[in-house]
């Protein structure tokens, strides 16, 4: 195996990459992720954003007080669609908007 | 390939009436009934479960609690299930995933030596725009996650929706959430508490009795805007269930988990959760048939070294590299001292697990080891003013900052204490 080391193992990013992505002056959380596919794989960042913000931090790049993570979008546990789709009015979308939610009570 | 190494065995005899048998890529795999797959693969030796996008190199079960994506495989027809946490039953037919070629032969191996210096996917093969097209179809047939899952066993006929409408929600049933939970019961309240785990594991996970009331889902959004949460069912147990839950209060419990250490080689098969590897152990009835190197930090670092008999516990700033191929088989420190081993269990300060609590709306401040849940001195959670707040929210035990299981537990229950007061001050 070749010798490498991972921040991100879900997209293979490794610390060679991060440091890449800081000479381009890449230097935030978000810009990272966008730059190197970080914190998008299966764990959604689970694993990766805190040594990415340690790593920040410690270069002086992030203030503790400050650094945030980035956006968590739903679902934030595995779901299938199968279980989406089992939905009924009014959680099915746009066409029952005009319905009150407390009726699904 | 040569014959897999066990990693783990049985601490007793497996009883007749508990011995079931796993079939892994065809090959008949020993488990017992209901235990968490991957530690019958671990006991069998088995670590292939997927291939790394990129350079393609061999992983394994990692986190072994629900959180990684490395244990993804297919099981009876259904792709991107965690081995971790799929429970075994007989005749369980489970697949390796992101696999491409033969069994042990995946020829797309060899790009993690050709690469040597790094792939930068900005710029490979980009132009001519001939060879772009060439490459983007190879990449495509090469990698990616399962395929669609079986028509056979596919749960889509008979999934339902389940509408809830609890007083208070408490998701996590671990040191924090059980306690809260037992004591907002034992006030009498309407409390549905909601843990992704299956109940042998919470039953070893943290102290403390369970509360009456728990449901078995993985709580996957709120929507604060709709004055929802919603959860879904294990996708292995029938019926396929989503519910959707409208509460007054919540209570998040939803705790700590590990981030990577960047170490070299950190990635190897064997190298897992020193946290989520005692679980296991706790819950299989195993224990280690290898030596065992912990790489830690912070005081609970020496303690889960001695809870797994490990060969050595060293800190991250110690190692100068983890050593194998298909699966892990050393540890090089500074000074040249190898450590030679078949597991690396990785003992970081957890993180809070924040994502539920950020989509609510809650402020997280980042404490050096994560990004914890701010609250005032009673739990009750700070939130962003933009955010509705359909309910009011709290936070208690590691979300609020890793504390462990027992002040975890106690501060569950005080924040249940200040929850009930302000509901009875609403009545």
């Known amino acids: 195996m070749t010798r490498r080391v991972f921040v991100c193992r879900c997209e293979d990013v490794t610390l060679d990459e991060i440091d890449h992505a800081i000479a381009r002056e890449l230097t935030t959380i978000e810009e990272i992720k966008r730059y190197t596919g970080l914190g998008t794989g299966p764990c959604q960042g689970r694993e990766c954003m805190v040594p990415l913000a340690r790593l920040l931090c410690e270069r002086g790049l992030a203030e503790p007080a400050t650094v945030q993570p980035f956006t968590a979008r739903p679902p934030t546990e595995p779901v299938t669609f199968a279980a989406l789709a089992s939905a009924q009015p009014p959680y099915t979308g746009a066409a029952d908007d005009d319905k009150d939610p407390e009726a699904a009570r | ?427």
């Open chain 2, 1 to 427: 390939m040569s014959k897999p190494r066990p990693l783990l065995e049985l601490a007793s005899p497996l009883p007749a009436d508990e011995a079931v048998t796993l079939e892994f890529d065809g090959a008949p795999i020993p488990a017992r009934a209901g235990e968490p797959v991957s530690a019958a693969l671990l006991r069998a030796g088995v670590l292939a479960t997927t291939r790394s996008p990129k350079y393609r190199r061999p992983r394994g079960p990692y986190c072994l609690r629900g959180e990684c994506g490395s244990c993804q495989v297919r099981i009876a027809g259904q792709p991107n299930l965690r081995a971790c946490t799929a429970l075994a039953r007989d005749r369980l037919a489970i697949t390796p995933q992101n696999r491409w070629g033969p069994r042990g032969l995946d020829p797309t191996g060899l790009i993690d030596q050709v690469f040597r210096g790094g792939i930068d996917h900005h710029h490979l093969v980009v132009r001519p725009r001939i060879a772009n097209a060439v490459m983007q179809k190879v990449a495509r047939t090469m990698t990616g996650f399962g395929t669609l899952p079986d028509p056979a066993t596919s749960a889509a006929a008979e999934a339902r929706q389940v509408v809830h409408t609890p007083t208070v929600l408490v998701v996590g049933a671990g040191a924090a959430g059980r306690r809260a939970a037992r004591h907002l019961e034992a006030a009498g309240v309407d409390v549905l508490c909601v843990d992704r785990r299956d109940r042998a594991t919470l039953e070893v996970a943290a102290p403390g009795p369970l509360p009456a009331e728990l449901l078995r889902a993985g709580v996957f959004a709120a929507y604060p805007h709709e004055g929802l949460w919603t959860a879904a069912s294990d996708p292995l147990e029938a019926p396929l269930e989503l519910h959707t839950i409208h509460p007054r209060a919540v209570l998040l419990a939803t705790g700590a988990r590990d981030p990577l250490l960047p170490l070299a080689n950190n990635d190897l098969p064997g190298v897992v959760s020193a946290r989520g590897l005692h679980l296991l152990l706790t819950r299989s009835g195993s224990r280690p048939a290898v030596p065992v190197v912990v790489i830690g930090e912070g005081d609970e670092a020496a303690i889960l070294g001695e809870a797994l008999g490990a060969a050595a516990v060293v800190g991250p700033e110690e190692v100068v590299e983890i050593h194998g191929g298909d699966a892990v088989d050393g540890v090089t420190l500074k000074g040249g001292r190898r450590i030679a081993c078949g597991l690396v269990a990785l003992a970081p300060i957890p993180a809070p697990t924040h994502e539920l609590a950020a989509q609510a709306g809650i402020t997280l401040r980042f404490d050096g080891h994560g990004f914890a849940a701010t609250s005032d001195e009673r739990g009750r959670a700070i939130v962003d003013p933009a955010m509705p707040q359909p309910w009011t929210l709290w936070v208690a035990g590691d979300l609020r900052g890793y504390m462990g299981p027992t002040a975890a537990a106690a501060d569950g229950e005080a924040v249940a204490a200040a929850l009930l007061e302000s509901l009875e001050g609403a009545r």
